[in-house]
């Protein structure tokens, strides 16, 4: 079966940094995104990556390694405004977004 | 109208009622999808459709159906709600379908449903 896993919930301080793990078992890999959804809201685009490393973009980063079926999305400096859930999906073989259940974060003034 | 926009914005709905919920897009995507979401699930793809005129099923279409006459709309149904139906729902469409580089999927606000 095909399997996205990422933690339920974490907290972090205004300010610092904070790292949401993805793990994720498909048939097929054709790119691994991360989107952004504030309560009650539609989800958002964050990022996309294909190949293995790092993908920076402002306070946001994407990693992937394809051997490990593992993903991270690390937010910098955070602020009150990144409460959200972060959900993890993966494109599998048959182009169709695989979902995990999302991280819902907690920023703690 | 600017991207995607879903009608109505939440509903009650007796068991055994049919019920269509709207979903219309501005941006001449190809494809849209249907996508439940359920506390503590993932999104779950109901139905999809990679360019007008033609529709797949997803991971949980049972209960559901969906059409394609345009580019524009994409319209869900519920031909018999069930309690278990109750659940936000998503419409999101992408730019491109399989074979290109990747199709960011652009949502809609959703529409929360709940049958009683």
């Known amino acids: 079966g095909q399997n996205i896993d990422q933690p339920t919930e974490m907290t972090a301080t205004e300010g610092a940094i904070v790292q949401i793990n993805c793990t994720y078992q498909t048939s097929g890999f054709n790119g691994l995104f991360w989107y952004q959804q504030h309560a009650g809201e539609a989800p958002t685009f964050l990022s996309y990556?294909?190949l293995d490393g790092l993908e920076e973009k402002g306070r946001f980063s994407s990693f992937l390694s394809r051997s490990k079926g593992y993903s991270y999305l690390l937010l910098k400096e955070l602020q009150m405004k990144d409460s959200a859930s972060y959900l993890c999906a993966v494109m599998d073989s048959n182009y169709q977004l695989i979902w995990g259940a999302g991280t819902k974060l907690i920023i703690k003034p | 109208i600017a991207g995607i926009t879903q009608a109505p914005t939440s509903q009650i709905l007796a068991a055994g009622r049919r019920m269509t919920l709207r979903c219309t897009q501005d941006m001449r995507h190809n494809a849209m999808y249907w996508y439940r979401q359920d506390l503590g699930l993932g999104l779950r793809l109901i139905h999809y459709?990679?360019?007008?005129?033609?529709?797949g099923k997803g991971e949980v279409p049972d209960g559901y159906s969906v059409s394609r006459a345009n580019t524009d709309d994409f319209p869900l149904t519920l031909a018999s709600a069930v309690p278990s139906q109750t659940s936000v729902y998503f419409c999101?469409?992408?730019?491109?379908?399989?074979?290109?580089?990747?199709?960011?999927?652009?949502f809609g606000p959703g529409t929360r449903l709940t049958v009683l």
């Open positions: 990556n294909v």
């Open positions: 459709s990679n360019t007008a005129g033609t529709t």
């Open positions: 999101a469409s992408s730019d491109s379908g399989p074979g290109l580089d990747y199709n960011e999927q652009f």
